[in-house]
Structures are given as C-alpha cells and as structure tokens.
C-alpha cells in the first residue's frame, strides 16, 4: 500500500509518502519554494515524494489529507457567533478563502495532484499528530500527548497507543477545546515579545533562559490549570478568537507591561529594571508556566493510561527545555519527539495512519532517521559548478574532504556543508549545516550577527559524537531517551563542556544537544576529534534569518554568497570564500 | 523609451520625494535583484544546456552585485535606516520562474523583464541628473542590464528558433493577464468583504444569541470524536 499524506492551508505545509509502512520521502514545501512556512498545497513536495519512490500518482492507493476542514470550518463558525459582533474583521477576512476554496479542497487537491477524488480522505488534526509520534517511536505501546495552537477543535489532546499482532491503534481519551491552549497562550506572548506567531516561538525559548520567571503569578491569572490537568486560559487576555491581526488585548498589557515592538533592539544580558530584562522576564514565566504545565499533564496522561513511554507531537513539543524537564521530573521512562512535530508533521502521521490504523500493517523499524528530503549527487553537483565555471576543489577520497574540513574548522574557519537528502522537521542534523569550532566562544557571535544575522541571545546547538555524549552533557536520569538524535530536547552541560566548548552552552548552562550516530557528520566529527580532543561541533541550519533551510546546491551557494562563510561543501567539492553579495 | 519617461516624469516626484523615499526605493530595488539573483541561480541548477547554466550563473552573480549596490546607496543616502545592525541581510524572495515557465518562457521572460528595467534606469538616470551618484549608479545597471537583455533573446532565438515569438508574445500575454487578474482578485477580495460583513451584521446576530444561550463555551476535558479505525470514519 502506497500512501501519501498532505498537510497544507494553514502554515508548514508538506508532503510524506509512505509505502508498505516504510517512510520513503517527506518534505515541507517551504524547502522546495523557499517561502517561510508555505501554507500552499505541497506540489512540489509530493513531486519529490514521487519521484524518489520513482512512481506516479496512479500508483497512490490513498492521499490523506491531515485534518478535518468541515470540523475546522465548524469552529471558525461557532467562535465567530460566540465572539459577535467583534468578530467582524477576522470574519470577513477568513470567511472568504472558505467559501471561496478551502470547502471545496477536496476538489483541488484531485486537481492539482492529477488522482481520483475517490482516493482522497481526510485525517483528523491531533489523530495526524498522535499518529506521527507513536508510528515513528520504538514503542509497541505507549500514552501519546498531542499539543499545539489549535486543530479542528483541540488544542490538547492524551491518547493511547497500542501495536500488536493485529496492527495498531490509537485510542483517543480526552481532548481540550478551542480557545483553551497552551500552544496559543506560547504563541500570544510570543506577540507581545515583538516575534512573529508561529516563527518565533523558539526565540521566546532562547530569550527565556536571560530571564527570572518573576511573573508566574501573573501568567496563573492569564490561565488556571485545573486538578484534572485541563488548562482554562481567561479571554480577557486574548484576541487571537475574534481580532484578525492581534492575539492578545490591552488587558495584558495592563498586567504584563506594555508590549515589545517588533524590531526593538534586544541587548541581553540587560540591566535590572529595562525593557529588555522585562520581556527576558516575561519569556521565562512563560517558560516556567509551560513547563509545570506539561508536566501535571504528562503526570495526567500517565495515571489515564497506565503506560510507561510517551510519545509526543504538535509544537508544543518542539519545546525542547519542557521535553527535557519531562524526561527528568515526569513520569514516564521514556520519551519520543516526532522530528517534524509541528503542522508538517501532520502529513507524515496522516499516511502512517492510513497504513497502520486502517489497513492494519505491521510495523517496521522505528524512525531512526530524519534523512527524508530531496538528494543531489555529488556528480549533479560538480557538473552545476563545472559548467557555472565556479572555482572549486572536488575530492573524489571522501576521507580527505572530512580531513580538509576538520582543519578548516579546528583553524576558527566557518563552513557550510551540504550532504545527501535534506532532514524532515525544522532541525538541521548534518544534511544542511553550517559548522563552526564550539571551543571559541567568538564563533557564535559571528554566526550569529555576521552569517546568520539573527538575534545575539539566540543560542547554537551542539553536533555530539554519540560516544562522547555524557562526557559533555548530562544524560537523562532515568530510562531511554530517543529525542537527542532528532534534537528535541535540551541537555545540562558539564563543567568540561563549559569550560572547553563554551559556543554551544546557551546563558542557562544547557544546549540542545544533536547526538550523530553515523553518516559524513559523523565521519567528520571523528576527523575534528583527532585534531582538537573534542568531538564536538556548532551545528545550525544552513539559511538566513526568516529564510527556510537550504534543499537544493544553488540556495546552498546564494546563502554562502550572502554571508560571511569561510567555505561551502556541497557534496565533495568545497568552495572557498568569494566576495559576498550583500 | 518615451513611455518610461514618461510616468517616471510623473511618479518620480511623488515616489523619489524626499532622501527616506529614495533609501526606501533603492533597498526595494536591492530585494528585487536579491530575489532575481536567487531565481536566476536556481535556473542555473536546473538548466541542462551548459552555456545557458554559464550565462545564468554569470547574470545572477550581477543581479547579486546590483542588490549590493543599490543596498550601500540606500545606506548612503539616509544612514541609520537600516536600524538593526549593519549585517541586516535584505530579504530576497524566489518566484521559480525556471520551473514554472520552462526555459523558452524564461528566457522570453528575461529577455522583456531585463529591457523594461534597463529603460527604467535610463529613465531614472536622466531624473536624477541634479544627483550624480544616483544618476551613475542607474546608468551603470542600464549599462549593464543591456547585456541580460541581449543574450536572452540571443539564446532564444538559438535555443528555440522558431517558437522565440511564440515564447515572447506568450510572457507579453501572461504578464497582462496577471496584473487582470491581479486587480479583479483585489477588487474582488474586496467586494466580498464587504459582503460578508453585511451578512455578518444583519444575518447572523439570531445565530450567535442562540449560540452564546444554547452552547456556552466550556473549558475542561471533552470526549474526543469517533476513534478511525477504518476508512468510512476517515
């Protein structure tokens, strides 16, 4: 059975073909338009889903669209009656894409992708979600907690995972409504704090840790956490139910302090009693908040299921300091993060499920790999730069290339390096890089402001030889923990860490650890070892600022044009520095 | 020519006004040739003739320099607009035109685009007479963007022979049609806004007083829909 799922219409749309239960490719269109968080019907991802299996649409059995657009159509209607007559801006905005096409996708997706309309069926939001994390986990039986913005309906919701002789199933056991969410509450503040919703969340994470969460009483007013781990959140403080451009009122503002400016400076670390150290202040009540929120809820998911793994996905989860505090406060003995946890990762739970819940086939290997996207050989590569007439070095003896690099890094030298297919999820694994030496604490601040050019406070990752893992970063205190591979999760520092590789220790002593088992970054790290003692290197995805990550070698080349890069590997060929472009 | 000089006679004052109009024009400008310096990149790659690869490899490494130049000209003319720092990459956008219009559309594409922009130079040079740098810099890029005009048609004509016309009256066509439907989707986007909120006002006060007294919103823990388990509940 060949099933191909689709996520799209909202943000991150993608597409992730599955055949026999095997993931054979998944993307998000982003990677394909380089237009941030694409909503478009993922055409271009399907195509190279297709491609890569090397068949046609003929030969999809079912496409699965990820969600429920009548139930979705539901809500927007029955919030737009209960929020009246304020409501009237963001109704007559939304009202129209509706019933001019998203009520009749059905139809275009048939057109577009050129199959049957008869084999287009349609997911359920969060049951999407829960599917991507528990088919893609280690765990024939598992609790599952999905949490985001918002689906059709829910915002929040606990299932039960079981795969057995009789194939899998997922077992829903509660779920928690619009307007009450914790993904909206993240995304509300990350408003007021002058980012943009659904982009800049994970700045708001960073930002937290320059912060002291004096706020949390504050944030226990704006949303109460009931005993049975439901979260009410009071509509005094938002705007995201019925205004079309803001998510929160002036209530907040009353309570919190007036709100960020998109674009303001942030120069962190911040006296005491300025701007800047309030909104630091605010993101970490926020992220205290959150984190004591998930885990009562884990804590609730636990008791609900008896289960003693979990398996998580939505964009909460993409939180990887809460995922951490799970792994070493909650209940459960193990955890697994679904790489692409947000809305992407809709599209690959949405097939998973057709295979597995519906047609009932067995399970195969867990996901070990994120490796999912488009491939460009090192022979399409070298004859791009061959007939561009673009001044390279090509190695054809692998080893020397990782040789090579590793000097270049170990000499303070910033490279990018491009390797095989393109990872599936918002994490750069080795696949689309830029690396940097962690030793020289310098590093990161010229990645970020002169290659990046993105925010100072934002911390890099760590690329860890999975050996030298607990030698550099503390391991979680009890049971598996399957979320480093596909960096989900953060991880405390040792004092050799702070001491020997200070570029990838963010404010508060943790990093968010990126474990590398095999492939050309693991050859590399080796080759970096020999030379330094460390195995370990700065990892951030190889883009701009509010760009999407590199896919193919030519966007590979224009972000090294544009920024200060020493060096691009793409492939076996590396390109020295050239004058950049702006 | 005259009809460049035209409407730059009459929109220049108004849009090139004062020195933060120019510095927001040209940092315009610089996102322009950024985003066309990506899009003839990404033409670069997916071309398989190699002297077409050369030739767009070689055009987007000058639209990139053109986007540099019009960049420390916006930085120039009114320093401090740039507020973040001095590093603030310009946010370019990719349109695929390779992919979406093939390689004769393309190169048609290039070929009209490159002569309305090298026109629009000369037309902008001759405004900023009073300006010397500005007006050296748009004689520059007229200069040349003369070039791109040139080798696209020149490669249309080689590449495609007889279908260049075709190709060129097709991006004529396209391109109007475009900017119809441009405006008719904003008119109409428009309209049916104004519509909706009509009905919003006058239809669906009924509807929501039932909805707030029947249904009240709740917090709390919900039964979740029907389990899919089978292909009917999809």
């Known amino acids: 059975m060949r099933a191909l799922g689709i996520s799209a219409y909202f ?296 289960e003693t793994c979990l398996a998580m996905a939505g964009g909460v989860a993409l939180n990887s300091v809460a995922n951490r505090r799970l792994m070493d406060e909650g209940p459960f003995t193990e955890l697994f993060v679904q790489p692409a946890a947000g809305d992407a990762g809709g599209a690959l739970g949405a097939a998973l499920l057709a295979c597995h819940v519906v047609d009932k086939q067995p399970r195969g290997a867990p996901m070990t790999s994120a490796f999912l996207g488009e491939e460009h050989t090192g022979a399409s590569v070298r004859r791009f730069l061959d007939d561009c007439r673009v001044k390279h070095t090509s190695f054809a003896d692998r080893s020397a290339l990782y040789k090579e690099v590793a000097n270049r890094l170990a000499s303070g030298e910033i490279g990018g390096w491009f390797q095989g297919r393109f990872e599936w999820g918002p994490r750069a694994l080795g696949g689309r890089s830029i690396l940097a030496d962690p030793r020289d604490s310098a590093a990161r601040e010229r990645v970020n402001r002169k290659i990046k050019f993105r925010e100072p406070f934002r911390p890099f990752a760590p690329a860890v030889l999975a050996e030298e893992h607990d030698r550099w970063f503390v391991p979680v205190s009890q049971g598996g923990d399957h979320t480093t591979r596909f960096m989900c999760s953060v991880a405390p520092a040792t004092e050799e860490a702070r001491l020997k590789i200070p570029a990838v220790v963010h404010v508060d002593g943790t990093s968010r650890v990126g474990v590398v088992e095999s492939g050309p970054l693991h050859e590399l790290l080796l080759e970096f070892r020999a030379r330094t003692g460390i195995g370990v290197l700065l990892n951030t995805s190889m883009n701009l600022k509010d760009e999407p990550i590199c896919g193919s070698p030519a966007e590979a080349y224009g972000t090294f044009l544009r920024s200060d890069l020493d060096f691009l590997v793409l492939e076996d060929c590396l390109i020295e520095r050239r004058p950049k472009w702006n | 020519m005259i009809l460049f000089d035209s409407i730059v006679r009459i929109a220049a004052p108004v849009v090139w006004r004062n020195d933060a109009e120019i510095a927001k024009k040209l940092e315009e400008f610089s996102a322009t040739e950024a985003g066309s310096a990506l899009d003839m990149l990404k033409a670069a790659e997916l071309e398989t003739i190699p002297r077409l690869r050369r030739l767009f490899f070689r055009h987007a490494m000058d639209e990139a320099r053109h986007a540099r130049m019009f960049e420390a000209m916006a930085r120039a003319t009114r320093p401090g607009r740039i507020a973040v720092s001095e590093y603030t990459p310009i946010h370019a956008r990719r349109q695929n035109l390779f992919a979406n219009l093939g390689r004769a559309r393309f190169l048609a594409f290039v070929h009209l685009a490159e002569k309305d922009g090298e026109q629009h130079f000369r037309s902008l040079a001759r405004h900023f007479d009073d300006r010397p740098e500005l007006a050296e810099l748009f004689a520059t890029l007229a200069d040349e963007e003369r070039f791109h005009v040139r080798y696209a048609i020149q490669n249309l004509l080689r590449v495609e022979g007889a279908n260049a016309r075709k190709a060129l009256r097709g991006v004529r066509v396209a391109s109007a049609w475009r900017a119809w439907r441009r405006q008719g989707r904003a008119i109409g986007d428009r309209l049916a806004r104004l519509t909706l909120a009509i009905v919003y006002l006058f239809v669906l006060p009924i509807f929501a007083l039932a909805q707030k007294r029947l249904e009240p919103e709740k917090s709390g823990w919900k039964a979740a829909p029907t389990a899919t388990v089978s292909r009917r509940q999809f």
Not at chain 1, 67 to 82: A, D, N, Q, W, Y
Not at chain 1, 178 to 186: D, E, K, Q
């Open chain 1, 11 to 306: 943000h991150d749309s993608a597409a992730a073909l599955v055949e026999d239960g095997v993931i054979v490719a998944a993307a998000q269109e982003e990677r394909f338009t380089r237009i941030k968080h694409d909503a478009s019907l993922p055409l271009n991802a399907v195509k190279m889903c297709l491609d890569t299996a090397g068949v046609d649409m003929r030969s999809i059995d079912t496409v699965v669209f990820y969600e429920k657009p009548l139930r979705k159509f539901e809500r927007l209607m029955v919030t737009h009656l209960r929020e009246f007559p304020r409501g009237i801006g963001q109704f007559s905005r939304a009202m129209g894409t509706w019933l001019s096409k998203r009520l009749w996708m059905k139809g275009e997706i048939a057109r577009e992708l050129g199959c049957d309309v008869e084999k287009i069926v349609f997911s359920d939001h969060h049951l999407s979600h829960a599917a991507s994390a528990f088919l893609c986990s280690p765990f024939q039986r598992a609790a599952i907690l999905t949490v985001d913005g918002v689906g059709e309906w829910a915002t929040t919701s606990i299932y039960r995972g079981i795969s057995d002789a009789d194939g899998s199933r997922i077992e829903s056991l509660g779920e928690l409504h619009f307007p009450h969410s914790i993904g909206l509450l993240y995304s509300a503040i990350t408003a007021y704090l002058g980012f943009t919703v659904n982009e800049g969340e994970y700045k708001v994470m960073g930002l937290a840790a320059y912060g002291k969460p004096r706020f949390l009483d504050e944030f226990c007013k704006i949303a109460t956490i009931a005993e049975d781990a439901s979260l009410s959140l009071d509509p005094r403080y938002f705007a995201y139910a019925w205004h079309s451009e803001k998510s929160f009122t002036s209530h907040l503002e009353a309570l919190l302090g007036p709100a960020r400016v998109p674009g303001t400076a942030f120069d962190l670390p911040a006296p005491e009693g300025s701007s800047a150290q309030r909104w630091a202040d605010v993101a970490a009540s926020l992220q205290a908040f959150t984190e004591r929120y998930m885990l009562v809820l884990a804590r609730h998911a636990q008791k609900l299921t008896g």
